[in-house]
């Protein structure tokens, strides 16, 4: 029965992480954060590369349950969700705005014991603001129009380039990977790239399959970097990933200019409160299923 109920946990963990990471703005980093297993999702990613057999296998398990949920996140934004947030970007943008207001204080409140008495630290939540921010300002300089059909030597290293260094702000809450994707102006090509593929149209597999190893070598340089800050560093690291939510707002506010016919950046009036109410319900549900979870393991 456990194994059973925490198939259905990771699973769950998985597709939610996918379809925050599918979305410019917003990064699957912060909703494993928020559901509590964003430092095994760390650890099991460095000890997949550095742990011992035994721990290779206790990571891979969690890892393949994770990932079959991820993918198939991944695959239904790629295919139904794309569409959904070029047709109703405020509405989508408003909703993950409710998410993370309401999400930052569940992160004070888990993280207090190391939050506490140390305001110094302050400092890095400045920080992460500020990098968030100033990674969504470049975006205003970016292209969504890569051509990715015509492979080349230039392309093929321009793509695994963006991609290791997009994953690594994957995993990292409040810096989303897609807005760096955006930034290399490899988002929408991407995309496309998998929606097509997902039709059978296998013409863009070997580009995909440069993106792919472009993401392994990312998780590969990165993950340990995390997990060093989160052990030996964690009231700072804390307080920066609070920062980069904070700063993740001002890109989910901008994130209509992003899109391949864009938008004006969300105003009052195109803020959509009934939209903001669900992402907040969204928050709850996931926090209360956590608590479900947590107390049958009790």
Known sequence: ??????????????????????????????IAFLLGFY?????????????NWEEKKTALKFLIKLGIGWV??????????SNLFHTQIYAMSSLFI???????????????????????????????AVLVILI?????????????SNLNLLTIIYVFIAAAIAISAMVLPGISGSTLLLIFGLYMPIMNAIKEFL????SFFPILLVFGFGIITGILLFTKL???????????????????????????????????????????????????VIGIL??????AFKYFMDKKDN
């Open 39 to 51: 430092d095994k999702f760390i650890s099991s990613l460095d000890s997949l590369i550095r742990g």
């Open 98 to 128: 409710g998410f993370i207001i309401f999400a930052i204080p569940i992160v004070i409140f888990e993280e207090k014991e190391v939050l506490k008495n140390k305001y110094q630290n302050i400092i890095f939540t400045i920080i992460g």
């Open 136 to 148: 969504t300002l470049l975006t205003s300089h970016s292209s969504n129009g890569i051509d990715i």
């Open 282 to 287: 969204i928050l709850v549900a996931l926090e």
């Open 72 to 81: 198939i996140g991944f695959c239904v934004a790629a295919t139904v969700l």
């Open 199 to 202: 039709h059978f149209n296998f």
């Open 226 to 276: 995390i997990r060093n800050c989160l052990e030996k560093h964690r009231s700072q690291t804390i307080y920066t990933i609070i920062g980069m939510m904070l700063g993740s707002l001002y890109s989910i506010i901008q994130g209509p200019t992003t899109l391949s016919e864009p938008k004006p950046a969300m105003t009052f009036s195109t803020f959509n409160i009934l939209f903001f």
């Open 1 to 30: 029965m456990k194994k059973i109920k925490d198939l259905i946990m990771n699973f769950i963990q998985g597709l939610c992480m996918a379809l925050a990471d599918s979305v410019p703005g917003v990064s699957g980093g912060t």
